[in-house]
């Protein structure tokens, strides 16, 4: 046998956090710098997530939303990570990241529509920085890449960032994608949100890497794994990871621990089936919205009764957004027919004037 | 007028791009500084420098993700695939990414790349180098599909794919590379996309072919004519999505005949779709079936066979005598 000694060495790393699981922060000298209004809006954000995410699923079983993704568990993580950036930095989600996308401009009842399948809800705004969600694992970490290759080349001070599961850092894409962002030093930060299930395929299935961020070690890119469930954790994080992004420092992996309480879709996925109730609830007692509001009572600034003004804005202007989704006007087959090309070719041009002379729906 | 090889035209072609507009991109695997395997880049990273022309890393996904998000960022990638059987690598980015990009985001967005690579039989590549996959490309919503017969057509042509703000896979055929050389214009001039061109009149037959079968196709209407007098007409499709339907109708309207060439395998691919739309618009016209010389439905060939497998002037000539006589 050879000497241990020349084989890599791998090195083990400690999970950062900033809180304890009761919402005392950890030492003075980890908390990110934010002022207090900014604190406070990372719980709005996650409060209204959670609000957001529970109309959701009941509008899915009513038959009025559509596709689904829920995100109850994962707020510490997506809400951390979106509030780091800046508003010209550029967003690649993945299907389950829909609020990234709305705290980084999407109007809500564009996510509503996208929901439903409607080609408005990727029509994103031209000042908001971010891709149409990806469907296709991980093709979104080679994109990312590029968009960071464009931000370096136009000389910009931002990042892309993108997000993709644990189950996503097995596929080809991912390692082509983060060796790419290194080989080019580029302005990237790639969040793998480990909510311990690829659908039902649990982490251990998946790797034998310790830790989905030794992946970077490959890569030779910089990796850390997150408290997912501690949103200030995340924040400092991604901050850190965009400072040395933009000062051409080059691309970061973060690991963000956290935990999905649904199902992986709407669309008739059982939890029970591949995780016990037991595990579920030993990761409730991490919430991330128990913690931080803990957090933040202890400096005074959270109420109850804030809290309570938050959930009745949050359901109405909710309401307001599936109320304009209902309202925009359907697609139809012209519609998308026109949406191929740029100017469409003649063949095209006469399927969609065979759609018109059916009425054009 | 400077007489170039196919490979020439189409490095001349990226180079008048590159100067006209600084968000022209080029990139691939060994495309920097060796100048791409087949030289099609030579010259080109020395003269824009290592932003503009540059080399990636082994993986054509990479490539792909690269492209699109390069055109996310304003830019036009040129991204080159060492040769097309290697497609499979970075399909996703090719058939279910940019094509869809202009769809996705109901036009916020769209996929300004070419993808350019080098395909073709005839020229003894180990496997997956050679193969003929344009159908597979043409089935796909968003894509155009360009295929170029000679170095004007491949000059006029790449430089309306990149200027195009569609995603384009833009198909060399690699026996044609230095085969022979043609007059190519010095600067700036295109071809639109989705225009055959009637490459030779005649009045008994419409021969429909593109890429290196359009040569192959001469020959044989060259040899007819001399030996038994009959006269065929040949479409250089030049572009096969879109693909240009008016310019065979009205041919085959005049000669009554068709035959399609393609080096692709029979099945499904773009003889299938050309004979359905003959049918669809001018049956009536047709005298006989529309005939299609292709290969055989088996994978690309190992080298030994390659020669005997591809279409030549004695089939497409058989398929001629065919039509004419059925």
């Known amino acids: 046998m050879l000497n241990t000694s020349l084989f890599v060495q791998e090195e083990a790393i400690q999970t950062f956090h900033v809180l304890d699981q009761d919402g005392s922060l950890l030492a003075p000298e980890l908390m990110p710098s934010l002022s207090d209004g900014q604190l406070k809006e990372l719980m709005e954000k996650m409060v209204y997530t959670r609000i957001w995410d529970q109309r959701a699923i009941s509008l899915n079983r009513q038959g009025r939303l559509g596709f689904y993704a829920p995100v109850a568990g994962q707020e510490a993580s997506m809400i951390g990570s979106q509030s780091a950036l800046n508003k010209e930095d550029f967003i690649l989600p993945s299907y389950r990241d829909i609020p990234q996308m709305v705290w980084h401009g999407l109007p809500l009842y564009q996510a509503f529509l996208y929901s439903r399948g409607h080609q408005q809800g990727g029509r994103i705004p031209e000042d908001v920085h971010v891709l149409m969600p990806q469907i296709i694992i991980a093709a979104q970490i080679i994109q990312c890449s590029g968009v960071a290759m464009g931000m370096k080349l136009n000389k910009k001070k931002n990042i892309a960032l993108t997000y993709i599961g644990d189950g996503g850092t097995s596929q080809g894409d991912f390692y082509e994608g983060i060796n790419y962002a290194g080989a080019f030093k580029l302005p990237a930060v790639f969040v793998v949100q480990n909510n311990r299930y690829a659908i039902s395929v649990p982490v251990a299935k998946q790797t034998a890497a310790t830790t989905l961020a030794h992946k970077a070690v490959a890569a030779g890119i910089k990796g850390i794994q997150v408290d997912g469930m501690d949103v200030l954790a995340v924040y400092k994080a991604v901050q850190d990871a965009r400072q040395r992004a933009i000062e051409g420092q080059g691309p970061t992996l973060i690991e963000t621990l956290t935990y999905r309480y649904g199902p992986h879709t709407m669309a008739g996925d059982d939890p029970t089936r591949y995780r016990t109730s037991d595990e579920t609830s030993d990761w409730e007692k991490k919430d991330p919205l128990v913690r931080f509001r803990n957090f933040l009572q202890s400096k005074k600034l959270w109420s109850q009764e804030e809290e309570e003004k938050l959930i009745e804005r949050a359901k109405q202007e909710i309401a307001e957004a599936i109320k304009k989704a209902d309202e925009t006007e359907k697609m139809t087959i012209p519609s998308l027919i026109d949406s191929m090309f740029e100017t469409l070719p003649k063949d095209l041009q006469e399927q969609k004037e065979f759609y018109l002379r059916e009425g054009g729906k | ?326």
């Open chain 2, 1 to 326: 007028m400077a007489q170039m090889t196919m490979i020439q035209a189409i490095t001349d072609a990226m180079r008048v791009e590159l100067k006209r507009d600084p968000s022209v991109l080029v990139f691939g695997e060994d495309v920097g500084k060796n100048g791409g395997v087949f030289r099609a880049t030579e010259g080109l990273q020395k003269e824009f420098g290592e932003e503009r022309v540059f080399d990636t890393p082994l993986a054509e996904s990479g490539i792909g993700g690269l492209a699109i998000g390069l055109g996310l960022q304003g830019f036009r990638p040129v991204a080159e695939i060492q040769f097309f059987g290697f497609v499979f690598e970075v399909f996703d980015s090719v058939a279910a990414q940019s094509s869809r990009m202009r769809y996705r985001s109901g036009g916020r967005y769209h996929s300004p790349i070419v993808f350019r690579s080098p395909f073709g039989g005839g020229v003894k590549t180990p496997e997956l180098h050679a193969d003929s996959l344009e159908g597979l490309m043409m089935q796909i919503p968003g894509l155009k599909v360009v295929i170029p017969s000679n170095p004007y057509d491949a000059k006029g042509l790449l430089i309306s794919a990149i200027r195009d703000n569609d995603p384009v896979v833009f198909l060399e055929h690699m026996k044609l590379y230095r085969s022979f050389r043609g007059e190519v214009p010095e600067g700036e001039y295109t071809i639109p996309l989705g225009q055959a061109n009637v490459v030779r009149e005649g009045t008994d037959v419409t021969v429909i072919a593109y890429g290196a079968m359009v040569h192959t196709s001469l020959k044989a209407a060259d040899e007819l004519e001399k030996t038994k007098g009959i006269k065929a007409e040949v479409i250089d499709l030049r572009t096969i999505s879109p693909l240009d339907i008016d310019t065979i109708i009205t041919s085959v309207k005049k000669t009554n005949r068709a035959v399609v060439v393609q080096e692709a395998q029979k099945t499904a691919g773009a003889a299938a779709e050309i004979i359905a739309q003959i049918n669809e618009k001018a049956i009536l016209h047709l005298e006989a079936p529309v005939a299609r010389v292709t290969s055989p439905d088996t994978v690309f060939p190992f080298a030994m066979i390659e020669d005997t497998w591809l279409p030549n002037p004695k089939r497409v000539q058989d398929g001629i005598e065919y039509v004419l006589n059925f």
